[in-house]
């Protein structure tokens, strides 16, 4: 593949090294597991977990004359994510072998595709920040391609002094190997791409983005730069399993190349391998030889064809991916921001549209960020988990609206149904937490309050923003259910001050 | 084409085959005879032609997606030298 740059260099994007800036340029290959009850080429199934061994076919386990067969449904999902990444679909792929020799390779080939993967250039447009202003810098990163592949098994070496132990229960699910162009040039814009991608695979359905359970993994390729100059050598790092730590080992690793360069010497093209608990990378041993996969054409398979009608309706069934989802939110009165943070996971935005549904979409959008998004944070709980419904939240807001409740009791509301549950109509009723606007009642709680404090009556004369201390003993006398507009214009108009 | 004492070395490593330094030169002959053999397909002109995938004009084969295998460990560690509780046993590998 050619490389091209695509990028200008920014000042706010370098690195400052003891001899200048550099620049570092990123490009990201994410094995994505697709989503299928069975496996790329057999019938043996893809559940995570599973007894040693127990969900193994003859096929996987690479059995003399066993022959693979395809899962439709793997190749419905990769074309699906195609589609989302806006790129070219190929009617015609071609899966080859990749021989090499592992022992958790059964096959002694892995199959994936070679020279004609089944999608071919797209485009991801990621929001990077926002920075401090609360702004978002749009870029777009471009995929180079999409191809489906098998699943090695795993391998554990830490059970026995001289022995590893294989387990086979994922060799053979299929992957989606999703390769970046080298678009990226800071770590936050990588992690930024690496959030929206699996955003999008899984408003998507077609991988559930688990990176810690490895249904994701991201390898990271870095070389640094003095900007303007020819890209450098790079370094692979190998099976990132969290955004974080894709962040972290950038950071690492671009300054590790910063300073050998800066010495004056040269960066070996290597593999390395990150280490979240020191927190830096380092060489996996040297291959005693440069991989030499020798790919052809694997026999046991015919070329994947399908039709462009296919493609179509694939196409027309697709979901509103974040991209619209946001720009729809946007329209809708809401800030970058705000649209940003509801459309990060489908079933945010799904709630956030059941919230807003009939009602004014900025005050559900701030009840939604603000209070339960706030909640579940503080409760370490995902949307999933909400002990408040849509439904309840959406009666909260209604409360306020209608002028039942101020927007100060509205908040007690929420953590009682947050708490206890139940309808939030029944239970304002229950509790009498009614706001009043009974003009006679809170008149009667401006004139005990003007009543007993008649110092304070003397002191406002001269300084009329007193009269704030006031709306404040009326709120507090009456449980804070006074409505505050009312009580606000009859402590003016008792104490004669002018609007 | 033909293959050099270095080239068979390294393809039967990259092969895990065991080559003594006898057997290569012996090797070396007898597989540039078979690459002289093939090169007699040189002759024909396949310009234009699009590679042959299969005998007869046919389809790729799918599945639908079901879970119709597994849940037998036993048989698929059968033949491995050691196991332990339906794992494979293999020498230690590690980076």
């Known amino acids: 593949m050619t490389l091209i740059d695509t990028r200008t260099p920014e000042p706010k994007r370098l690195i400052p090294g003891a001899t200048g800036d550099w620049e570092v340029i990123i490009g990201m290959e994410v094995h994505a597991q697709v989503v299928s009850q069975s496996k790329l080429f057999s019938g043996a199934s893809t559940a995570f ?102 699943d090695a098994g795993k391998s554990m070496h830490d059970q026995h002094p001289t022995m590893s132990y294989v387990d086979l229960n994922r060799s053979g699910v299929a992957l989606m190997e999703i390769v970046s162009k080298p678009d990226m040039r800071s770590s936050d814009e990588a992690k930024a791409y690496l959030t929206k991608l699996r955003s999008i695979l899984r408003y998507l359905g077609t991988c559930d983005g688990n ?31 969290s955004i974080r730590f894709v962040g972290q080992a950038i950071e690492y690793e671009a300054r590790r190349q910063i300073a050998i360069l800066e010495d004056g010497g040269s960066i070996d093209q290597e593999t ?17 030889e440069a991989h030499d996969y020798r790919y052809f054409p694997d026999p046991d398979l015919l070329p994947l064809e399908f039709t462009q009608a296919f493609v179509d ?70 949307i999933d988990e909400t ?43 229950d509790r009498g937490m009614k706001q009043v606007t009974d003009t006679g009642a809170i008149e009667t709680a401006v004139d005990e309050v003007i009543a007993a404090n008649p110092d304070k009556v003397e002191q406002v004369k001269a300084k009329p923003t007193m009269a704030g201390w006031f709306v404040g003993q009326v709120m507090k006398a009456t449980g804070g259910k006074a409505n505050p507009q009312a009580v606000q214009a009859l402590v003016k108009a008792k104490l004669g001050i002018e609007e | 084409m033909s293959v050099d004492l270095d080239t068979v070395k390294r393809v039967a490593r990259l092969a895990r085959i065991a080559v003594t330094e006898e057997d290569v030169s012996a090797l070396t002959g007898k597989l540039n005879s ?62």
């Not at chain 1, 020191?278 to 291959?287: A, D, I, V």
């Not at chain 1, 101020?406 to 304002?428: R, Y």
């Not at chain 2, 997606?65 to 196991?83: S, Y």
Request: net charge negative.
């Open chain 1, 313 to 382: 309706e694939l196409a027309a069934d697709l979901p509103e991916l974040p991209d619209e989802k946001k720009a729809r939110f946007m329209a809708m009165g809401l800030s970058e921001y705000d649209a940003s943070i509801l459309v990060s996971e489908r079933a945010i935005a799904d709630y956030f549209e059941k919230v807003a549904d009939g009602r004014d979409g900025k005050a559900a959008a701030n009840w939604v960020i603000n209070d339960l998004l706030g909640a579940l944070n503080k409760a370490g709980k995902g």
């Open chain 1, 272 to 288: 390395r391998l990150f280490d979240p608990g020191k927190g830096e990378t380092r060489s996996m041993r040297s291959k005693e």
């Open chain 2, 34 to 95: 078979i690459l002289g053999f093939v090169e007699h397909l040189d002759e024909v002109d396949v310009s234009g032609v699009e590679p042959m995938t299969s005998v007869i004009p046919m389809e790729m084969k799918k599945r639908i997606d079901e879970v119709t295998d597994g849940g037998k460990a036993a048989d698929i560690v059968a033949n491995a030298p050691a196991t332990e509780d339906n794992f494979f046993l293999v020498p230690k590998v590690v980076e």
């Open chain 1, 211 to 241: 990176m810690d359970e490895g249904s994701m993994r991201a390898d990271v390729n870095v070389s640094v730069r003095r900007p303007g100059e020819p890209f450098g050598t790079r370094c692979e790092i190998k099976n990132v399993n």
């Open chain 1, 49 to 150: 977990g599973g007894a040693p061994n127990d969900h193994v076919s003859l096929v996987d386990a690479a059995m003399p004359g066993m022959l693979p067969v395809i899962n439709a449904e793997c190749v419905r999902q990769a074309v699906r994510t195609g589609l989302g990444l806006k790129a070219q679909i190929n009617l015609k792929s071609v899966f080859d072998r990749k021989n090499y020799f592992y022992p958790d390779l059964p096959q002694g080939y892995q199959i994936s595709q070679f020279k004609q993967p089944i999608v071919g250039e797209g485009i991801v447009t990621v929001a990077v920040g926002p920075d401090k202003q609360g702004n978002f810098e749009s870029i777009e990163v471009g995929v180079e391609r999409l191809h489906l592949e098998q």
């Open chain 1, 387 to 429: 002990p408040v419904s849509p439904a309840q939240l959406g009666a909260v807001i209604d409360l306020i609206k209608d002028g039942t409740i101020s927007g100060k009791i509205a908040k007690d509301l929420f953590e009682i149904v947050w708490n206890e549950g139940g309808d939030p109509k029944a239970i304002v009723e």
